[in-house]
């Protein structure tokens, strides 16, 4: 993987930076405070354990994300092949047994204008990230991706 792709805007997200906001997290819906704690922007989970992996930096969480895409867009996942389209993978991605699907795919597909019908080894890695950051942890969205727009 190219290291340049690492090299993304996380630079104000940082420890002590003032831009930082802590929002309050309910007991009842903490996913968007585990994946902060463990600096895991796509919510990722360990194969073997089946539990959130946790990285040293946002970086490294944001580049396994990439890591874990580029399998799944190549096809060199087991999860995916050249028939998979959006829907299939957000199925895959976020299994209905923890997320609502339908609602993910929406939001999906608003933020990156693809289409559920569309196939996933003909997606970009960066725009399939920045969705899947949208739906699974929106503070660090606004904060990534909102001066862009």
């Known amino acids: 993987m190219n290291n340049k792709l690492l090299k993304f805007e996380v630079d104000h997200l940082k420890p ?9 997290f309910p007991n009842t819906s903490n996913k968007k405070l585990l994946n902060r704690q463990k600096n895991n922007p796509g919510n990722l989970r360990c194969f073997k354990t089946g539990e ?34 959006i829907y299939d993978f957000i199925n ?38 920045q969705g899947i950051i949208k739906v699974e942890n929106s503070d660090l969205y606004c904060q990534l991706y909102s001066s862009k727009n």
Do not use: M
């Not at 002590?16 to 309050?24: C, Q």
């Not at 991605?93 to 933020?111: G, L, Q, R, S």
């Not at 693809?114 to 996933?120: I, Q, R, V, Y």
């Open 16 to 24: 002590g930076n003032p831009k930082i906001v802590s929002p309050d």
């Open 52 to 85: 959130f992996r946790v990285f040293s930096t946002v970086e490294k969480g944001y580049a396994a994300l990439l890591h874990d895409l580029d399998l799944k867009i190549s096809g060199r996942s087991v999860w995916t092949d050249s028939t998979t389209t």
């Open 92 to 129: 895959i991605y976020a299994p209905a047994f923890e997320n609502d699907v339908n609602t993910y795919i929406k939001i999906f597909c608003y933020e990156t204008g693809l289409k559920e019908t569309d196939l996933l080894k003909t997606q970009n890695i960066k725009v399939v990230a």
